[in-house]
């Protein structure tokens, strides 16, 4: 369940990624959908970040590192 979540919060970060790109393309210079969109993709990186963290603490998610 936690590694799905983390899949789906990595696909919405690129989909915001996308529309960031878009948004930077189309959009006239007085529009503010590019920092709506930058504001987005950093929360959900954060939130990520966040479950990933969580994921390591609860031994959810383990490392298999040689190292």
């Known amino acids: 369940m936690l590694k799905a979540a983390i ?3 990595l696909l919405a970060t690129v989909a915001s990624l996308f529309s960031g790109l878009v948004f930077l393309v189309k959009d006239d210079e007085n529009s503010s959908r590019l920092l709506k ?3 987005v993709r950093v929360t959900l990186a954060a ?3 966040g479950l990933v963290a969580w ?3 609860s031994g959810q998610l383990v490392s298999h590192a040689p190292f």
């Open 7 to 9: 899949v789906l919060m």
């Open 37 to 39: 969109a930058l504001t």
């Open 47 to 49: 939130l990520t970040i």
């Open 55 to 57: 994921g390591f603490i």
